[in-house]
């Protein structure tokens, strides 16, 4: 496992990072009192109740790897928090998960009713992509290539196609093989499309935008396996949603499959080979080893 250096102050480093994101996204949304208020209650309620920001802050880390800089990684980061947290809203709803608790808090539709959380969820889909439209254009990435990675990740062949698998999989027997097709999709996705867009925002090189789908690839699927071992190992409080919903709904995990010792082991084996890939940044990619070591030893 490698060390990250103890002169790097991750906490101070998400801290910072949170804080400025959370006023990029305060910034790009519409005010709640602007009309409908009600929607615009529903899109900041979701967003604004507390998540970890873990995807903004991959997009600004690997922005630095890169050589570049948080203000022109900006809008991504926030494009990808308002589509993360629209496939929670919709994730929580009666028709799929049909969870009361997300952030600590009420989920969207138990607050707003129904309707609003779908059209809280479509809102903040369609708002990710005008954020992103406000990027600059870099040399080697477009705006049509950027707005691709973020269609592309989010759509029907990634992260949409990860959510009707794992739907369709409840109740039934459920391969390795065919978790980790649900596992690449459902989750691993949106956090590869996140350090890729940091890259992208640095103009970064083919090379290094390798590098940062292998770290990407890795810690997205480590990121569920953890996931998946804390619905089992920590309580509704320590979670802030509710805790037990994998085995009660027979979904397939890690540990379901695999048992917990071994899906630790899995998770450190992704982490490392999340590590291995970031050699090519030469020491500058001190907050994505934080952050995926970080994401690693987690306990909500
Ligand atoms: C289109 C109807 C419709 C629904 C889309 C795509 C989708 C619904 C749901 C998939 C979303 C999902 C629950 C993915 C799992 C990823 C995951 C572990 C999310 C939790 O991420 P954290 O821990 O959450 O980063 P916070 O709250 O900290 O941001």
Redesign the pocket.
């Known amino acids: 496992m490698a060390v990250v250096r103890k002169s790097f102050d991750l906490k101070n480093y998400i801290e910072k990072s949170t804080h400025a994101v959370n006023d990029a996204l305060d910034f790009f949304l519409p005010n709640e009192n602007v009309k409908p208020t009600t929607i615009h209650k529903a899109m900041r309620y979701s967003l604004f109740?507390?998540?970890?920001?873990?995807?903004p802050a991959l997009v600004l880390a690997a922005a630095e790897a890169c050589g570049g800089s948080w203000k022109p990684a900006m809008p991504l980061a926030c494009a990808v928090?308002c589509i993360?947290?629209?496939?929670?809203?919709?994730?929580?709803?009666p028709?799929?998960?049909n969870d009361d608790y997300?952030?600590g808090k009420l989920t969207n539709h138990k607050v707003f009713g129904e309707g609003i959380a779908?059209l809280a969820?479509d809102a903040l889909?369609t708002q990710a992509f005008e954020i992103a439209a406000q990027c600059k254009s870099w040399p080697r990435y477009s705006h049509q290539k950027i707005i691709l990675e973020i269609a592309q990740a989010?759509g029907s062949l990634q992260?949409?196609a990860?959510?009707v698998a794992?739907l369709e999989g409840e109740g039934k027997k459920t391969s390795e093989a065919q978790l980790k097709y649900i596992h690449e999709r459902?989750?691993s996705a949106?956090l590869c499309c996140s350090v890729r867009l940091g890259g992208m925002s640095a103009n970064c090189t083919a090379a290094q935008l390798k590098a940062l789908t292998d770290f990407g690839y890795n810690v997205g699927l480590a990121?569920?396996v953890i996931?998946d071992i804390l619905d089992v190992t920590q309580t509704s409080e320590q979670l802030?949603?509710t805790a037990g919903k994998d085995t009660a709904a027979q979904k397939a995990t890690y540990p379901s499959i695999v048992g917990l010792p071994k899906s630790r082991k899995i998770a450190e084996q992704l982490t490392n080979k999340a590590f291995a890939a970031l050699k090519v940044f030469k020491g500058k990619a001190q907050a994505l080893e934080g952050l995926a070591e970080y994401l690693l030893k987690?306990d909500?």
């Open positions: 109740a507390g998540g970890k920001r873990m995807r928090e993360h947290t629209y496939s929670l809203i919709h994730d929580d709803l028709a799929m998960d997300r952030r779908v969820g889909l989010s992260l949409i990860g959510q794992d459902k989750t949106l990121f569920q996931d802030g949603k987690r909500k």
